[in-house]
């Protein structure tokens, strides 16, 4: 899960709190299919001869058809109280260079038709989801494919005054705020990469605060 789904989680988390209105998040991974969905880009890559892009030979992540997605959104809606933090069951991790041989496959071609191309990990990429942070304690319900992930909620003014924080760098480099996010999430692990050295970091807190 990305930063920014971490801090939108805490703040519907901590909205719900204060809201007539029964707030709830739901965790899942990737719809096959949907708007953004890896599937079509693969398809599109083998309809115009390859390559296929892939970042990595070993990153995996978690797939879904949009039915049984919307079936089990739905379900998590109707046993949420307000507050609760949904995890869906989404079976074993697929490997993307797997699905990617899989589609050329499906396609009628031979596996040296179509060439796949390792580009490397973006900034932050990770090779596998991660479905709950460390803190986290897993509890079944009333489904069998609807778990949730609890622990201590979120109170709107720590996360009010975490957002007013980030508010002050939105104008700076990706690299500035990346570094700042590490400082004041805790769960950001991001890959330092082509992000600013800590002493540089530490140098733009002081002249902020100045």
């Given at each position: 899960?990305?930063?920014?789904?971490?801090?939108?989680?805490?703040?519907v988390?901590?909205?719900s709190?204060?809201?007539?209105?029964?707030?709830?998040?739901?965790?899942?991974?990737?719809?096959?299919?949907?708007?953004?969905?890896?599937?079509?880009?693969?398809?599109?890559?083998?309809?115009?001869?390859?390559?296929?892009?892939?970042?990595?030979?070993?990153?995996?992540?978690?797939?879904?058809?949009?039915?049984?997605a919307?079936q089990?959104?739905?379900?998590?809606?109707?046993?949420?109280?307000?507050?609760?933090?949904?995890?869906?069951?989404?079976?074993?991790?697929?490997?993307?260079?797997?699905?990617?041989?899989?589609?050329i496959?499906?396609?009628?071609?031979?596996?040296?038709?179509?060439?796949?191309?390792?580009?490397?990990?973006?900034?932050?990429?990770?090779?596998?989801?991660?479905?709950?942070?460390?803190?986290?304690?897993?509890?079944?319900?009333?489904?069998?494919?609807?778990?949730?992930?609890?622990?201590?909620?979120?109170?709107?003014?720590?996360?009010?005054?975490?957002?007013?924080?980030?508010?002050?760098?939105?104008?700076e480099?990706?690299?500035?705020?990346?570094?700042?996010?590490?400082?004041?999430?805790?769960?950001?692990?991001?890959?330092?990469?082509?992000q600013?050295a800590?002493?540089?970091?530490?140098?733009?807190?002081?002249?902020?605060?100045?």
């Amino acid at each position: 899960m990305g930063c920014s789904k971490l801090l939108a989680e805490r703040f519907v988390q901590a909205i719900s709190q204060e809201s007539k209105t029964k707030f709830i998040v739901v965790r899942f991974g990737n719809v096959l299919a949907s708007n953004g969905s890896v599937v079509p880009t693969f398809q599109e890559q083998i309809r115009r001869g390859g390559p296929i892009t892939v970042t990595h030979p070993g990153i995996e992540r978690f797939f879904m058809t949009i039915p049984e997605a919307s079936q089990l959104v739905l379900q998590a809606a109707t046993l949420g109280s307000g507050g609760e933090i949904f995890v869906l069951d989404m079976g074993e991790s697929v490997k993307i260079v797997d699905l990617a041989r899989d589609l050329i496959a499906l396609s009628g071609l031979e596996p040296d038709d179509i060439e796949i191309v390792f580009t490397g990990l973006r900034p932050g990429e990770k090779l596998y989801e991660e479905l709950y942070f460390e803190g986290e304690r897993r509890v079944s319900t009333k489904h069998p494919k609807v778990f949730c992930a609890m622990h201590r909620p979120a109170e709107m003014p720590a996360v009010e005054a975490l957002l007013e924080d980030l508010s002050e760098v939105i104008d700076e480099s990706p690299q500035a705020v990346r570094a700042h996010l590490r400082d004041v999430v805790p769960e950001y692990t991001g890959e330092v990469g082509d992000q600013l050295a800590a002493p540089q970091a530490e140098e733009m807190r002081k002249a902020r605060a100045k």
